[in-house]
Structures are given as structure tokens and as C-alpha cells.
């Protein structure tokens, strides 16, 4: 069984910094592509960022510059830096990722998702 806890949301005021980290756990071989998506009320779920396993990012347009992606593969986390933060960044933040479990001889690859973490940011 693989699960992500996800960390670090809450209510910063607008321009302000938060960290949110996600952690995977269980029986992992191995992790492809991590994310951040984010859901606002009456919203659909969008990406946020995501990153591969060799460290190339993208972005949605409406965080490039402020929020920064990063993971530790070591530790099967992956951290969203969240900069000069805006009242539209508001949303519930979800971790997903790509992941191998099991065992060698029999791997299961699937999509896992956090429980999601609030961010409010206030004007």
C-alpha cells in the first residue's frame, strides 16, 4: 500500500511565503513524475507543478516566477515553495505521483493523490 501525506498548508497574507512538502510512503520501487494540482471552490482541479524523476519542472502560467518545485528522491518527497503569494492561490492543494510498488517480479505502476492541504492566502 502506497500512500502521500502532504504538510505546510494554512493562512499566510498576501506577499507572504509557505512551504508544502509530500511525503510517499510504503512499498515503493520506484517514483516517475511528481506533482502539485490545486482545487478553488466552484474550480476545476488544475496543475500546479510538476516534476520527473531527473529534475525537469513545468509550471502553470499563473505561478512561473513565484512558486518553485523541488524533491528529494532519497526521502520520496517532493516540496512546493510558494512565494509572493496572492489571494487567488486559495485553494486546496493536492500531491499526486507516479509510482512503481510491489515487488521486482510483479511491479504495479499507479497514480496516487494526496488528501489535500488548505492554503489561504488573505488580502
Known amino acids: 500500500q502506497v500512500q502521500l501525506v502532504e504538510s505546510g498548508g494554512g493562512l499566510v497574507q498576501a506577499g507572504g511565503s509557505l512551504r508544502l512538502s509530500c511525503a510517499a510512503s510504503g512499498s515503493i520501487l520506484s517514483i516517475n513524475a511528481m506533482g502539485w494540482y490545486r482545487q478553488a471552490p466552484g474550480r476545476q482541479r488544475e496543475l500546479v507543478a510538476r516534476i520527473t524523476s531527473g529534475g525537469t519542472t513545468n509550471y502553470a502560467d499563473a505561478v512561473k516566477g513565484r512558486f518553485v518545485i523541488s524533491r528529494d528522491n532519497a526521502k520520496n518527497t517532493v516540496y512546493l515553495q510558494m512565494n509572493s503569494l496572492k489571494p487567488e492561490d486559495t485553494a486546496v492543494y493536492y500531491c499526486?505521483?507516479?509510482?512503481?510498488?510491489?515487488?521486482?517480479?510483479?511491479?504495479?505502476?499507479?497514480?496516487?493523490w494526496g488528501q489535500g492541504t488548505q492554503v489561504t492566502v488573505s488580502s
Open positions: 499526486n505521483a507516479d509510482i512503481y510498488s510491489g515487488t521486482y517480479d510483479k511491479p504495479l505502476r499507479s497514480d496516487y
